[in-house]
């Protein structure tokens, strides 16, 4: 049974596709089989998992517009356990080129039922805004893991988040789940990281990983050379918070 969890946070900044690349890539350290799907048009998640974002020949572009279907545009054995469904630039018009399209919050639900049992686990990077895109994102996912980065205006834009899940989950999929909440960018130097932390668990009625990112120099590093943390650095303090979340992740799924 696959579980699709999409990364959504519509603030910018929050470490979403830190979160999705190493997400993805520790639980395919973990013996779990993924693809990690961009639907981002920044295509971050696509280059951080060393992928060459403007020399890939299909991408999500390209099964958003029909030009292609879903098993021509996954990129197979990218690392050990991973694929990954590219993204770039291109993307960027996708919302323009849905302009009247029936049914086009199901684009990638319908070509994903296609795939989704050839794996454990499919983790979507949601681009940082509620555009049609996410929307997409939201109506094939099971569940929505929010990044929260530790920092003053960390609640800000998070009920607009939940709202909008609340939205599809209304009148789209009605079977959508908050997956939970996950802080990152924590440093245990300030107070402030600290009551943030605190302020969340009082005014949140989600469930909270007990697993915390840390603000760490490797895992800001980690993207500029292609790979995930747990290849880049497996000892760094970002490495293991990343393989610890994951097996949180899949604790949660065997519950």
């Given at each position: 049974m696959s579980r699709i969890i999409a990364i959504a946070n519509q603030k910018g900044g929050v470490g979403k596709t830190t979160?999705?690349?190493?997400?993805?890539?520790?639980?395919?350290?973990?013996?779990?089989?993924?693809?990690?799907?961009?639907m981002d048009p920044q295509g971050n998640m696509t280059s951080g998992l060393g992928v060459d974002k403007d020399n890939i020949e299909k991408n999500v572009y390209d099964l958003i517009i029909g030009e292609?279907?879903?098993?021509?545009?996954?990129?197979?054995?990218?690392?050990?356990?991973?694929?990954?469904?590219?993204?770039?630039?291109?993307?960027?018009?996708?919302?323009?080129?849905?302009?009247?399209?029936?049914?086009?919050?199901?684009?990638?639900k319908t070509e994903m039922e296609k795939v989704k049992e050839n794996y454990?686990?499919?983790?979507?990077?949601?681009?940082?805004?509620?555009s049609m895109l996410t929307i997409n994102a939201m109506t094939t996912a099971d569940s929505i893991l929010v990044p929260i980065q530790c920092e003053y205006y960390a609640l800000e834009g998070l009920s607009q988040l939940i709202h909008t899940i609340e939205l599809v989950q209304e009148r789209l999929n009605a079977s959508l789940k908050i997956e939970g909440v996950v802080f990152t960018?924590?440093?245990?130097?300030?107070?402030?990281?600290?009551?943030?932390?605190?302020?969340?668990?009082?005014?949140?009625?989600?469930?909270i990983y007990k697993t915390i990112i840390p603000r760490n120099i490797r895992l800001a590093e980690a993207p500029s050379y292609g790979?995930?943390?747990?290849?880049?650095?497996?000892?760094?303090a970002g490495a293991e918070s990343y393989m610890q979340l994951a097996e949180e992740v899949i604790r949660k799924g065997e519950d």
């Open positions: 979160t999705a690349i190493n997400l993805s890539s520790c639980l395919a350290g973990l013996g779990k089989k993924v693809l990690a799907l961009d292609a279907g879903i098993e021509e545009c996954i990129y197979e054995g990218v690392l050990d356990n991973l694929d990954v469904l590219p993204s770039n630039i291109d993307l960027s018009a996708a919302e323009i080129e849905l302009i009247g399209v029936e049914n086009k919050e199901f684009i990638i454990d686990f499919v983790i979507i990077d949601c681009p940082p805004a509620l960018m924590y440093d245990a130097r300030t107070n402030l990281s600290l009551q943030v932390v605190e302020n969340v668990k009082d005014n949140l009625e989600q469930n790979m995930p943390i747990n290849l880049y650095d497996p000892k760094s």
